[in-house]
């Protein structure tokens, strides 16, 4: 007689490490959101670091995304990012094989222009 966690027969399931699972994650996840534009809030600003670039997340109502924006383009933006300034970022998502977390990695970002 079985146990309730054993199986009578072997699965037909494929058999992954964690890593090769998390790889797999993170190369679906870069080729579907190669190139995005997300309209957000900024929250939690930090940055720019001694290193040059700025962490926070962009949220919505319902949702928040982490963010980085690297020293070189930091270097490019047109204005100061400021913690709850609405803007639209072009970028890249992003996955942590080590941690299972993603973010986006910002290439372009704008002030959101206000409705009249």
């Known amino acids: 007689m079985s146990s309730f966690f054993e199986s ?8 992954y490490s964690v890593s090769e699972l998390s790889g797999s994650i993170k190369r679906t996840v870069e080729q579907a959101f190669d ?24 949220k919505d109502d319902k949702a928040r995304i982490d963010a980085v924006i690297w020293k070189g383009t930091m270097s490019r933006l047109k204005f100061r990012p400021e913690e709850g300034m609405e803007v639209i970022a072009t970028g890249k998502v992003t996955t942590f094989p080590g941690s299972s977390k993603y ?4 290439e372009t970002l704008e002030p959101r222009a206000r409705a009249p």
């Open 103 to 106: 973010q986006i990695v910002i």
């Open 35 to 58: 190139q995005v534009r997300v309209r957000g809030e900024i929250s939690g600003y930090r940055g720019p670091h001694s290193s040059g670039h700025a962490y926070f997340a962009l």
């Open 8 to 15: 009578d027969s072997p699965s037909n399931l494929a058999e």
